[in-house]
C-alpha cells in the first residue's frame, strides 16, 4: 500500500469543490441559510440534491482514511499533538475573524433588517455573547463556527479515535466478512438506514456538538471506517468493480428522491416518508462507493503540479469561501444584475477571493499554521509521507 493516495487527494479536493459550489448555490435556493438572495426558488434544489445526501459522508471517510496514514507513522502521542496543532489554528480563525461577516449580514438582513448595525458594536456583542439577536425561527447564539463545524467534529473524533487504534487496525479482518457479496453495499446501507429511520426523526441535523445525535453517531462511524479500510486493498478493488452499477443505483436514487420531494407534503404517511428516508442512504453510499471506485480506478497514480497545489489550497479554500459568498452575495444582490451575470460572478468572486485567501497566507510563514498549512514548505517531491493532517480535513 502506498503512503500517499493520490485518489483519495482527489477525491478530497473534488468534494471540497462540490460543497463550495454547493454553498453558492444555497444563497438562490428556498431552503434556510445564512443569507439570501430575492430571487431565491426551487429552480436548482434537483441539481443541489445531486451532492447533498452524500458529499459530507464522504469527506468523513477521506479524513479517516487520512487519519490511519498518519497514525501508523506516530506514537499516539505525536499524532494527536500534530492533529491538534494543524486544527484547532484554523477552527479559531475561523470562530473569531472569518465567521463573523457571515452572522453580521445574517442579523442585517434577517433580524435586524433596516436597523443600523455598528460593525464595533456587533462584534463586541458577537464575542461576549451578548447579542441576544433572535427572531420567529429562533436565536443566533454567538460566538459560533458555521461552515467550520466540520473541523470542529474531526477534532472531537480524532480525540475519541485515539484509545481505538489498536483495534481499528484489526478490523480489515472482520470487515471483509460483512463487507463480501453484496454486503459491500447492503451492510453499510442498513445501518446508515437504520440512524435514518430512529435517529432522524428525533434529533435532524444541527451541526452543534453538544446536540447533533444523529451525525454524531453517522459521521463517527463512517470516520472509523474510513479509518479501518484506509489499507485494506480488497475494498477498494472491489468499489473499482462495482463502480458502474453503484452510479446507476445512485442517480436512480436521486430521481426517487427529486420525485417524492416534488410531491411530499403534511399528509404523506409515515411508512413513506420511511421508504424514502431508505432511499436517501442507498443514494448516498452508493454515490461514495461509486466515488470511490472510480478515484481508485482513474486517479490513483494521477500525481502532478495540479493535484500538489490543490491538495494544499483546498482547505484554505475550505476556510473562506463561505463568507465570500455571503458577501459578495449580499452586495451582488443590491445591484440586481440579471441572474445569468450575477451567478458566474459570485461563483467567479468566490474562487478569486478563495485563491487570494491561500496565496497570501502560504506566503507569510506566520499564517500558514492558521490556514491549515504545515508551518515549513514540507518535504521534498518525492519523498515517502503520509497524509498531512491539515490536508485530512
Known amino acids: 500500500m502506498p503512503q500517499r493516495r493520490y485518489d483519495l487527494d482527489w477525491l478530497r479536493i473534488i ?3 462540490l460543497l463550495i459550489l454547493y454553498h453558492c448555490g444555497m444563497f438562490y435556493v ?42 501508523d507513522k506516530m506514537s499516539a502521542w505525536r499524532f494527536t499533538s500534530a492533529r491538534m496543532g494543524r486544527l484547532w489554528p484554523p477552527l479559531l480563525l475561523a470562530v473569531f475573524v472569518i465567521v463573523p461577516p457571515q452572522s453580521y449580514f445574517e442579523i442585517a438582513e434577517a433580524i435586524e433588517a433596516g436597523a443600523p448595525l455598528s460593525l464595533d458594536h456587533f462584534y463586541q456583542r458577537y464575542v461576549t455573547a451578548s447579542g ?8 443566533l447564539t454567538t460566538p459560533t463556527y458555521n461552515h467550520m463545524w466540520f473541523v470542529a467534529y474531526l477534532i472531537l473524533y480524532t480525540l475519541a479515535l485515539i484509545p481505538l487504534l489498536p483495534l481499528l487496525r484489526r478490523i480489515p479482518r472482520g470487515l471483509s466478512v460483512l463487507l463480501a457479496g ?13 440512524l435514518r429511520l430512529t435517529l432522524y426523526p428525533l434529533f435532524g441535523e444541527s451541526h452543534d456538538f453538544r446536540e447533533d445525535w444523529y451525525l454524531h453517531p453517522l459521521y463517527f462511524a463512517v470516520f472509523l471506517f474510513g479509518f479501518a479500510v484506509a489499507k485494506h486493498q480488497p475494498f477498494f478493488d472491489r468499489a473499482v468493480s462495482l463502480r458502474w452499477p ?10 426517487a428522491l427529486v420525485s417524492f420531494y416534488a410531491t411530499a407534503g403534511e399528509a404523506t404517511p409515515d411508512w413513506q416518508r420511511n421508504l424514502f428516508r431508505a432511499v436517501h442512504e442507498l443514494d448516498a453510499w452508493c454515490a461514495i462507493l461509486a466515488a470511490l471506485g472510480f478515484a481508485h480506478r ?29 458577501v459578495a452575495g449580499h452586495y451582488l444582490d443590491a445591484l440586481a444584475l440579471p441572474l445569468w451575470i450575477e451567478a458566474p460572478l459570485l461563483i467567479g468572486s468566490t474562487a478569486l477571493g478563495c485563491w487570494l485567501f491561500f496565496d497570501l497566507g502560504r506566503r507569510i510563514s506566520i499564517l500558514r499554521v492558521w490556514i491549515g498549512l504545515p508551518s515549513n514548505a514540507g518535504p ?14
Open 298 to 326: 482513474h486517479l490513483k497514480d494521477a500525481d502532478g503540479p495540479v493535484r500538489q497545489l490543490l491538495t494544499q489550497a483546498i482547505f484554505p479554500f475550505y476556510l473562506i469561501h463561505q463568507t465570500i459568498i455571503v
Open 380 to 393: 521534498k517531491r518525492g519523498s515517502v509521507q503520509a497524509v498531512p493532517v491539515g490536508e485530512a480535513g
Open 30 to 71: 428556498s431552503w434556510d441559510w445564512h443569507v439570501k438572495s430575492s430571487r431565491a426558488s426551487e429552480a436548482i434544489e434537483p441539481l443541489m440534491l445531486l451532492t447533498n445526501p452524500w458529499r459530507l459522508t464522504l469527506l468523513f471517510l477521506i479524513s479517516g482514511a487520512a487519519t490511519r496514514f498518519m497514525a
Open 182 to 194: 453484496p454486503g459491500i453495499i447492503l451492510t453499510p446501507w442498513l445501518f446508515m438506514t437504520a
Open 15 to 17: 468534494a471540497f469543490g
Open 132 to 139: 441576544h439577536w433572535c427572531d420567529a425561527d429562533g436565536c
Open 246 to 255: 453503484a452510479l446507476i443505483v445512485a442517480l436512480a436514487s436521486w430521481a
